[in-house]
């Protein structure tokens, strides 16, 4: 049966999703015959973007670990989000600002902002600076969300993991920019605790994820 939604069988779209299990996107794409437009649309088809709590069984206890990998996941999401809702922004300025020859520029810029920069492209990339030559703001947001993600892959121990966040804010502080405005309060709530993560890398819960 094919997915009125997509192009591949159900049964090929199940097999992708059980084949993310201790993998990632890109693996994937290398592994089997799918574009990583056409993985990440069947992610959006088939995860659930919300949890149904009364469906699952009820627990008695949470560790430590389980609490900041809740809380990395959360973290995540919000820088991300974050670039997202300024590119938002910014396209609907420049759609008011710019001459209709220029209009082009601000076209299929959703997904290449949101891989990696070496999971992109040559095409992407080419769109996105297109793009980003249009706005400044959204270049150096671009930049801090790289930053960040970058110190969550590579820091290892929990007290150098955030001192470089620290780093970072005030990096994000000087920048000017507010879209971060929000994450950065919530790092002053959950910071320390999901900082635990880098004490010894056992999940990926704060590399970045195209969802």
Known sequence: MVDPNG??????????????????????????????????????????KT??????APFSTLGIDEIALTKGHRVARHYRDAVDRLRKQEIKRLRAELPEEQKADLKRTLWPMRKRLEDRTIDEQAQLDRLLAHSP???????????????????????DGLRRIRLW?????KSGLSCFDSFLALLDTWGDLSA??????????FKEHHS
């Open 7 to 48: 192009l591949h069988t159900k049964a090929f779209e199940q097999q992708l999703i059980v084949g993310l299990v201790n993998s990632t996107i890109t693996d994937l794409v290398a592994k089997e015959d799918v574009s990583y437009d056409a993985l990440l649309g069947i992610l959006d088809r088939w995860v659930a």
């Open 51 to 56: 949890v149904d709590w009364d469906a699952l």
């Open 137 to 159: 703001a959204l270049q150096t947001a671009l930049r801090l969300r790289e930053e960040l993600t970058t110190i969550f892959e590579t820091a290892r121990s929990k007290l």
């Open 169 to 173: 804010c005030e990096r994000v502080i």
């Open 196 to 205: 635990n993560y880098f004490i010894d890398h056992r999940t990926s819960g």
